[in-house]
Each structure stands twice: as C-alpha cells, then as structure tokens.
C-alpha cells in the first residue's frame, strides 16, 4: 500500500523560515512528480510549488522568489524550504506525488496535510 506522509509545519513569525518535507512508501515502481499544495481556509486549495523526476521546477507567483522545492529521488522524497513567510501564507499544504505502482499505472497521491501558520 503506498503512502504519503509530510512532516515540519508549524507556527513561525512574519518573516521566518520553514521546511516542509515529503516522503513515498510502499509498493512504488517510479514517482513522477512531486509537488506541494496549500488551502486557507474558505479558499481552493492551489499549487504552491511542482517538480518533475528530472528536476525541472514550477512555483506559484506568490511564493515565487521565496519557496524553494526539491526531490530527492533515491528517498522518493520532496521538500519545500519556506523563506520570508508572510501572513498569507498561512494554510494545510499538502503534498502531491504521481506515483506508478507495480502494476505500472500511475495515480495522484496526496499526503494528510500540515498546517503552516505565520503569525506574531
């Protein structure tokens, strides 16, 4: 049974740092992409951030500049390093792996959430 679970959320003050991280476990024939979600309350939950198997990145404008997101594929892991975190940032991201299992299909995973929260 595959399994996504996400780890480093948080409370952090205006300005701050956090690092989110990712891991995939179980019966994985190969992950494709990799990326990290968020959803405030009241709102969609959007892209934060995406990486492909080799590497090529995409970022939402508003975290662009400030977020950094990386993968490393041996681990079948993806991080995301949040830097100079503003209030609206605030929300659960959740991570999102494309995973082909051994049955060589491939299906959208997605992680329980964690809730980041930037406030004084």
């Known amino acids: 049974q595959l399994r996504i679970v996400e780890s480093g959320g948080g409370l952090v003050q205006p300005g701050g740092s956090l690092r989110l991280s990712c891991a995939a476990s179980?019966?994985?024939?190969?992950?494709?992409?990799m990326g990290w979600y968020r959803q405030a309350p009241g709102k969609q939950r959007e892209l934060v951030a995406r990486?492909?198997?080799?590497?090529?990145?995409n970022y939402a404008d508003s975290v662009r500049g400030r977020f950094t997101i990386s993968r490393d594929n041996a681990k079948n892991t993806v991080s995301l390093q949040m830097s100079s975190l503003k209030p609206e940032d605030t929300a659960v991201y959740y991570c999102?792996?494309?995973?082909?299992?051994?049955?060589?299909?491939?299906?959208?995973?997605w992680g329980q959430g964690t809730q980041v929260t930037v406030s004084s």
């Open positions: 999102n792996a494309n995973i082909a299992d051994t049955t060589l299909y491939a299906y959208d995973y």
């Open positions: 179980g019966s994985i024939f190969s992950v494709n992409a």
């Open positions: 990486i492909t198997k080799r590497g090529t990145t």
